[in-house]
Each structure stands twice: as structure tokens, then as C-alpha cells.
């Protein structure tokens, strides 16, 4: 089992303030889409938000999961501090971390990463699409949360920098097309255009 953890800390700026947590996509709030993806894998899912009285009436929707809201302890330092704040609270020993703005997260992917990160003992599995690393979408060892928090003492705020410091390994287009997984859940939608084009070309 891996425990899940949805980053919901930006300031949602590029969306014109809108929350992208809940965009509506195929008429239910993105949020609510990735919980029941997550809920085939993961017994524990943690959101980090900085607004957790707007999201957590939503949360109680997806009954087979444990799904807690917790704010980051370093507020508004990026994915960083999300996953910093999501270490301290995983139940599992790896955590499935996506951003808030992914439609077509994957339970696949995830868990092919995870057997992965498992077997190799790394400290991350990042999927590399088409040539660009997707921190968010990861799996991590929850054990990156100290080397998270030494940053974030640091005044180092960008997650790439974090890989920098750990043992992962980069699986690209080919590990998941063996195992028939499509490549586009990497996915995500930061403004209004990207909703829009997503919302058009729904899979």
C-alpha cells in the first residue's frame, strides 16, 4: 500500500484565483476525481491545503479511504513544503504525490513506481515524459522529508532541488507503455486556456 498525497497549497494565480482543486471536469470537481482514482491504491490520502475549510466538505464524499487535511507547516514554499508537511503523516513507508491541477492521475502508474521504488530501495521514482521530469506524479520514500525540511531551512524552495539530494530514478514513456499505460497523466491544467483545451480533448 502507498499513501497518497494531493498538493492543494498554490495560490492558484494563472487560474485568475479560481481553485483548480475543484474545476469541474466531466461534472465532478477535479479534487473529487483524483480521490476516487487514488482510492484503488491508497487506504490514506492526505491533501495539503492552505484553504482546508473550503475543501474538506468535499472530502468526505469518498467513503473506502482515510482522507485527511492538513496545512503546510512552511506556508506558501512551493511542493516542497506539501511534501515536507504530508512525511510527517503517511501511515505507508512511499507516498504517491500529485499536484492538484492533474485530471488523469493514474493508480497504474503510481503503482508500478511504487513496486519499482520498493524493490530498488530509492528514495523516488519520477516519471520523464517526452523529456520533462514530473516531480508531481512521483513516488517518493516518505523518509525525503527530513532532506525536504533541510531545505526548506535553507531558504531552497525548488523541488528539483530536492532530487538533487536523493537516490531516485527517472522512468520514461517506454516503462509505462510495457505495461499499457497511457503517458497523459502527467497532465495539468494551470490556466484557463490549459482547462479549456483539456475540457475539449477529454480522453
Not at 482522507?67 to 503517511?90: F, W
Not at 508500478?112 to 515524459?129: F, G, K, S
Request: charged fraction near 20%; include cysteine.
Amino acid at each position: 500500500m502507498i499513501t497518497g498525497v494531493i498538493l492543494a497549497g498554490g495560490l492558484n494565480r494563472r487560474m485568475g484565483g479560481r481553485l483548480k482543486a475543484l474545476l469541474p471536469v466531466q461534472g465532478q470537481p477535479l479534487l473529487l476525481r483524483q480521490l476516487e482514482e487514488m482510492s484503488s491504491i491508497c487506504k490514506q490520502v492526505i491533501v495539503v491545503t492552505n484553504e482546508p475549510e473550503v475543501l474538506r466538505p468535499y472530502l468526505t464524499s469518498v467513503s473506502n479511504i482515510d482522507v485527511q487535511c492538513i496545512n503546510d507547516q512552511y506556508v506558501q514554499k512551493g511542493p516542497l513544503s506539501g511534501i515536507h508537511a504530508a512525511s510527517q503523516l503517511a501511515s505507508e513507508q512511499h507516498m504517491w504525490i500529485v499536484g492538484c491541477d492533474m485530471p488523469f492521475i493514474s493508480a497504474e502508474a503510481a503503482k508500478a513506481m511504487a513496486i519499482l521504488c520498493q524493490e530498488a530501495n530509492l528514495d523516488a521514482v519520477i516519471p520523464v515524459l517526452d523529456g520533462r521530469a514530473h516531480p508531481l506524479h512521483g513516488v517518493y520514500s516518505k523518509l525525503v522529508g527530513s532532506e525536504a525540511e533541510v531545505l526548506l531551512k535553507q531558504e531552497q524552495y525548488r523541488l528539483m532541488g530536492l532530487l538533487d539530494h536523493m537516490d531516485w530514478k527517472p522512468v520514461e514513456n517506454d516503462f509505462f507503455e510495457r505495461q499499457n499505460i497511457p503517458s497523459h497523466f502527467a497532465t495539468n491544467v494551470n490556466t484557463p486556456e490549459e482547462y479549456e483545451r483539456m475540457s475539449a480533448n477529454l480522453p
